[in-house]
């Protein structure tokens, strides 16, 4: 029995160590993201070395698809915390109860700006404005100005030039298409009647669209518009120090990426720290040229190219989350009927 009390003790005294100094490597969070995530190594690795956090990086599809999982496993979820639930997706998961509350200590600097509500649950972590991009040269051989709008983008004279992304596979396509829904209201379905009439080419998503058929990127495609994001530019710098592509500005949508620690997490406590790990100034400096969006924390330094290539848009449109969530499977019905019959 003595034996036995002192192994029970010593059982003990080890978990009780999981919440105290614990060595690197001995406790570990998952972190559940999209396949976009990147994230420097050191700083994470530094973040270890600090707290004991390990940090394993689990993968899921884009944001659509990750919202998904999430739902379908928060019985039993993936992780312990979860990265990339945008916009366009962040009403439906908390409306299923997929996170838990955590508000932490830095969501003050900044990301309070994006909350989606006042339950503690999302924190802001960048911000990626989706905008029409367009290969300036490439118009200027055909003799053809920057487009300026949406309406621009339904003019014949820009037939068959368009590439966009399918709204119900493509976190950047939904939010193409909510821009559409924010700037022509009860008009938007006519608008892409008029943008199918004008040769519009759907793709499944960003990767497809701008690195295969969008000719300012490196897959040099054929198509000089599609639909990206208004940092994009800024690593389409050619050799005289110019972007090479461009941002329209008018038709921006606001896309913010959030975290969240999970519910029923297993491991809930340490969660909440890789949460602050990504609102930290030292994560939030590698957003920029990691992953081409904006921090969520105020006064973090841009890179330079950033000034001339990749100006945060003035007047994005946005929708509510409510309005989202209530309407958007019935908007995606609407798309799918108004451009592909």
């Known amino acids: 029995m003595r034996r036995m009390a002192i192994a029970l003790f010593a059982l003990l005294l080890a978990g009780c160590s999981l919440s105290g100094d614990d060595k690197p490597g001995d406790r570990t969070v998952v972190l559940v993201t999209h396949d976009s995530f990147a994230h420097d190594p050191a700083v994470f690795d530094r973040f270890t070395a600090e707290t004991g956090i390990r940090v394993e990086v689990r993968k899921s599809g884009d944001a659509g698809a990750l919202t998904n999982q999430l739902v379908l496993t928060k019985a039993s979820p993936l992780g312990d915390?979860?990265?990339?639930?945008?916009?366009?997706?962040?009403?439906?998961?908390?409306?299923?109860?997929?996170?838990?509350?955590?508000?932490?200590?830095?969501?003050?600097?900044?990301?309070?700006?994006?909350?989606?509500?006042?339950?503690?649950?999302?924190?802001?972590?960048d911000v990626g404005d989706v905008c029409v991009n367009v290969d300036v040269a490439a118009l200027e051989s055909r003799g053809l100005p920057v487009p300026t709008g949406y309406a621009d983008l339904a003019d014949p004279k820009y037939k068959d030039l368009l590439v966009v992304e399918d709204p119900a596979t493509s976190s950047p396509g939904l939010a193409f298409l909510l821009g559409t829904v924010a700037s022509f209201r009860d008009g938007w379905v006519g608008y892409w009647e008029k943008l199918r009439a004008n040769g519009v080419l759907v793709v499944s998503g960003w990767e497809e669209a701008y690195t295969q058929e969008f000719s300012g990127s490196s897959g040099q495609g054929p198509r000089p518009i599609v639909v990206s994001y208004a940092s994009s530019p800024s690593a389409e710098i050619g050799e005289d120090g110019e972007p090479r592509t461009r941002a329209v500005l008018d038709t921006c949508f606001r896309q913010v990426e959030y975290a969240g620690v999970l519910a029923n997490a297993k491991n809930p406590e340490d969660a909440g720290k890789v949460v602050d790990l990504l609102l930290s100034p030292e994560f939030q400096r590698t957003v920029p040229e990691m992953m081409y969006v904006y921090p969520a924390r105020e006064g973090v330094e841009l890179p330079e190219?950033?000034?001339?290539?990749?100006?945060?848009?003035?007047?994005?449109?946005?929708?509510?989350?409510?309005?989202?969530?209530?309407?958007?499977?019935?908007?995606?019905?609407?798309?799918?009927?108004?451009?592909?019959g």
């Not at 200590?105 to 006042?118: I, S, T």
Request: proline share 7%.
């Open 81 to 125: 915390v979860a990265f990339g639930v945008d916009t366009t997706f962040a009403s439906r998961a908390l409306d299923e109860g997929v996170f838990a509350e955590y508000r932490s200590p830095a969501a003050a600097e900044g990301p309070q700006r994006y909350a989606v509500d006042d339950s503690g649950r999302l924190t802001a972590v």
């Open 305 to 340: 190219a950033w000034a001339k290539a990749a100006p945060l848009p003035e007047n994005p449109a946005t929708l509510p989350a409510a309005e989202i969530q209530a309407n958007r499977e019935r908007w995606i019905e609407q798309w799918r009927a108004a451009v592909q």
